[in-house]
């Protein structure tokens, strides 16, 4: 599949580690940055998806405001909120195939279905 997209939205949410270390983590937020990485052909109109769908679709299910713990049900860890964010693009945008979470400016974690897959 020759295109890739990304889309860019920004959260945030609260969550704490129940098991970090062998102790639970404070209540604290993050600012949470998400890209979603589309890939296919384009349309006969020349684009892949429309960013402006993907952009309000991430506003709907995007947690902002929210308690990560009741949501993702197990551990808040940047890796399940991806793949979360991932299974739930999948249901409107099944071009997905990729999701990063970025917790800070330094530290991302991304979940994706495919077996391997090269510099997103
Ligand atoms: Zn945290």
């Known amino acids: 599949m020759p295109y890739r997209v990304k889309v860019i939205r920004e959260f945030s949410a609260a969550h704490f580690l129940e098991r970090y270390k062998g102790r639970s ?3 604290h937020g993050h600012n949470y940055r ?3 990485v589309l ?9 892949l998806v429309d960013f402006l769908e993907v952009n309000s679709y991430l ?3 995007l947690p902002e ?3 990560l713990n009741d949501i993702l049900g197990g551990a808040s860890t940047t890796e399940r909120l991806a793949r ?3 299974e739930r693009v999948k249901e409107r945008f099944p071009q997905v195939v990729e999701v990063w979470v970025w917790e ?6 991304s979940y994706t279905e495919r ?3 090269t510099s997103l």
């Open 39 to 47: 890939e296919g052909e384009v349309n006969d109109e020349g684009y």
């Open 25 to 27: 983590e404070p209540l």
């Open 104 to 109: 800070t400016g330094k530290f991302a974690a």
């Open 84 to 86: 979360w964010i991932y």
């Open 65 to 67: 405001h929210r308690m």
């Open 34 to 36: 998400v890209e979603v």
């Open 115 to 117: 077996k391997s897959i």
């Open 59 to 61: 506003k709907e299910i």
